[in-house]
């Protein structure tokens, strides 16, 4: 979706290995690859004597076709004025792709020429590479590339109809700038030119194989999402739905987002000592304990809420009688005119000895009946 070079390349290397990843490109009709070009700048078309225009896009269009490979040509029959069949040049197939893999490569080439709102959602400060590609009412996947310094701009598209490729660039081998067209002019003579050729057309959308299956997945970790969990990440749903080949569907949870009880008085993890109603269910992030700041820290797991505790709690009688616990900890600043105790309500409760809440006058502790049916001092109340 970025046009991150170092996934490309770490692919090829770890899981593909540049030699296969060659092979690959040959069957897909590249034809100029030499044995220098086994390394992992490959991943990212560094190559020795680089590629065709034309067969770029013929392998391309071999992805779009669902995996099978057609050798491009520029007529397919002549005959003669008898209409006798001179030449025959119909071209022949071959599958270079399983269509799950071309199907699945094509969905990720998808990405890069949308915008959609999961880009907005994670906050992200820049846009799928290729949208200036982007067909308004057309399926399109694509790639762009580029070589350093921008000597040479490349976008290769598909829609379900037709593959398109454009190489911009000069033929003195000098760098793109702004004053000589940019390193985007590209896109919209792509875009410019598919919009012509599919004028009339309907968007079939790109064909699902049954080798492909689906399923829902957590944006965080790539792991299954967890039902009411991931779904409520603080920063919006994360739950989305996945294309894989059959037989690859991710066997693990997310282990991204956990479900947690937050203390909403103290904003802290809630501990056995919060009372009920400070306790609220949350989604929260698990991050490493590596010191690390990411985008995840501010919604990491909280420490344990510190202003409910055993020591810092007070057994109190509510006004309907039952126990609970209030906050009378450190800090704690007890509601308004409740220090002036009545003795009648039990509201007394909230106040401690040596504290003084606002409003009240006197500095010290009011031995007053608390509770209802107290008859004097602050006796524990039974029910
Ligand atoms: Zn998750
Ligand atoms: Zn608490």
């Known amino acids: 979706m970025y046009s991150m070079n170092v996934i490309a390349s770490r692919c090829l290397m770890e899981t593909v290995t540049p030699q296969l990843g060659i092979e690959y490109a040959e069957n897909m009709g590249i034809s100029t690859l030499v044995s220098s070009d086994i390394t992992p700048a490959a991943a990212l078309g560094g190559l020795t004597y680089g590629v065709t225009n034309l067969e770029l896009t013929s392998a391309f269009a071999a992805i779009a076709n669902g995996g099978m490979y057609t050798e491009p040509v520029f007529f397919t029959r002549i005959l003669d004025h008898n209409g006798k069949i001179l030449i025959d040049n119909t071209p022949e197939t071959r599958r270079v792709l399983k269509d799950s893999t071309a199907f699945l490569l094509t969905d990720s080439m998808a990405d890069s020429v949308v915008s959609g709102k999961i880009y907005a959602r994670e906050g992200a400060s820049v846009s799928p ?105 603080p920063r919006g749903d994360a739950v989305y739905t996945e294309y894989f080949a059959k037989g690859t569907v991710p066997t693990e949870m997310c282990d991204h987002h956990v479900r947690a009880t937050i203390c909403t008085v103290s904003g802290g993890a809630a501990t056995e000592f919060c009372p009920e109603e400070t306790r609220v269910s949350q989604t929260c992030m698990t991050v490493p304990d590596d010191g690390i700041s990411t985008d995840d820290s501010v919604f990491a797991l909280p420490a344990p809420c510190t202003v409910h505790s055993s020591a810092g709690t007070s057994t109190i009688i509510n006004p309907n009688g039952t126990f609970g616990t209030t906050p009378m900890g450190p800090g704690y600043i007890p509601p308004a005119g409740n220090g002036a105790d009545s003795g009648t309500s039990g509201q007394g409760s909230y106040y401690t000895p040596g504290q003084l809440s606002p409003g009240n006058s006197t500095n010290q502790y009011s031995p007053t009946p608390l509770s209802p049916g107290s008859t004097g001092g602050p006796t524990p109340y039974t029910p």
């Open 129 to 233: 590479t290729s949208i200036a590609a982007n067909l308004p009412n057309m399926s399109t996947a694509g790639k762009s590339g580029t070589t350093t310094a921008n000597n040479d701009i490349w976008f290769v598209g598909y829609t379900p109809y037709y593959t398109a490729g454009i190489w911009g660039g000069c033929d003195n081998n000098q760098k793109l700038t702004s004053v000589n067209g940019g390193t985007s002019f590209h896109k919209r003579i792509w875009r410019s030119i598919m919009t012509r050729v599919h004028e009339g057309l309907s968007d079939p959308g790109f064909t699902v194989p049954d080798s492909v299956e689906t399923a829902q997945i957590c944006r965080k970790s790539g792991k299954l999402a967890i039902p009411d969990v991931c779904s409520a990440d």
